[in-house]
């Protein structure tokens, strides 16, 4: 199912503030689309939005966290109220964690599993309801990863997460197959972004110096956002439900054998 032409459709995309979801934005919305932006980030929502606003889109910002239940409901309903029914729903809000499986506490996977998988789960609960019955076509984009499809170092909660979007989205293909609303699945791999910065993020147990030897591999090998993003809006326009974007096969293959010391 494609929409071939974006202008006027209303487009929101969840973690927009950066990276990824901030390219997407920013392509959606120069294909004329009105652009509903939704991130935890006020400030760097706010700079998008006005960025957004200049060359002439409707844009609004939503400072909401993926991973509340009853925040994206309350979301819902105010969007519904004011802007009527999503034609693009880009779940694609999401954070990374680094560090070897046995040398991590366990306190990170729940908030991993809790925004990756939980905040995919929570977006189209709240949404795809009010855009079957209005009829189609319209589309879902679930942000998953290479790490879905190929086993990466030091990443056991994030890839556990990512497999379950990319599982539960392929359910969600099979279960819609009769409405207007098609699901796609989008899996980046090793895009040029700060989803590898907070240290937060990252385990104990992680040196700085490993960190930035990471952050200097993503910085060389990494494709942009915006390459993402013109994929993502080519897919959108062709209607594909399945979207492979970065050299990640090879980066993949490569990330496993440089000394990176993970
Ligand atoms: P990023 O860190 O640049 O952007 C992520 C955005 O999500 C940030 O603006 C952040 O504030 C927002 N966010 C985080 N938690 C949130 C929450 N609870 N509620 C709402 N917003 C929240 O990272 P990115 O690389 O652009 O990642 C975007 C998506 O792409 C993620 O789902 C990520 O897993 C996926 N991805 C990235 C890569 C990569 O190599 N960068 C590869 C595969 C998949």
Known sequence: MAIADLNHKKVLITGAASGIGRAAALAFARQGATVLLCDIDTAALESLRQQIAGVGSECFAYTVDVSNARAMAELATRIHATQGTLDVLVNNAGIGYLGRFLDSDLGHWQRVLDINLMGVVHGCHCFIPAMIEAGGPRLVINVASAAALFPSPSMAAYAASKHAVYGFSEVLKMELHDTQVQVTTLCPGVINTPIVASRSNIAASVSDEQ??????????????PELVAE???????DGRDLILVGPFARLIFQLKRVSIGL
């Open 211 to 224: 960190i930035g030897r990471l952050q200097s591999y993503y910085q060389a090998k990494g494709c942009s």
């Open 231 to 237: 994929s993502l809006i080519r897919a959108v326009k």
